[in-house]
């Protein structure tokens, strides 16, 4: 992270770091996330031709499963956390509003007015992104990064491979994002295409 701040500011970026987003010290559950994820992945797989083997997020874990050696080398843990979600409708929507009341209250508006910010650069896991996407606001994730070695942390997310940051800001702000991410990546070139095999 500290590389990629001082990518912007040598880019000309004012940063002000650190800023504190109150909503992130909060309890926060990803079921929200997890139940829309686990319903969405359902309904488009339920779709898709039956010349695709896979019609059910359960079918993918299992299929990702048959084949770990090419098609787990950073895990599933979303996939199988989405899967394990057992959240009713009703329950749904009111942790969904409570999140939504929370995150604008102390979230990512309430930090960008207090410090006259344009965005907020996060790290590119699954923590910093979240508060967005529980609002709806935009992200725009660039690569920052590549580890060729790494561990697997206590959640069970590798830490070897891509890695990058993530900008965000207001609803409707994608214009800004947009422009601020092609940017870091003019400044980087950080993206390494991926080996097929």
Known sequence: MEAAILTLKN???TIIDPVTVHVEQQNWNNDVICYE???????YLAQVDDSVPIHSLQEL???NERHA????RYGQDTLTRSEEVTLTEEAYQEKKQEYKELALEQGIDYVLEQ?????????????GMYIAARLGYP???VPAGYVSQGI??????????PFGVVFSGKAYSEPTLIALAYGFEQATYHRIPPQLE
């Open 61 to 63: 874990i299992a299929y």
């Open 69 to 72: 050696e090419i098609a787990l």
């Open 152 to 161: 697997i942390d206590a959640d069970g997310d590798s830490t070897k491979g």
């Open 115 to 127: 410090y006259s910010l344009d965005a907020l650069l996060l790290p590119g896991d699954v923590d």
């Open 139 to 141: 992200l725009v994730t």
């Open 37 to 43: 994820f686990k319903k969405g992945l359902n309904q």
């Open 11 to 13: 880019e000309g970026a």
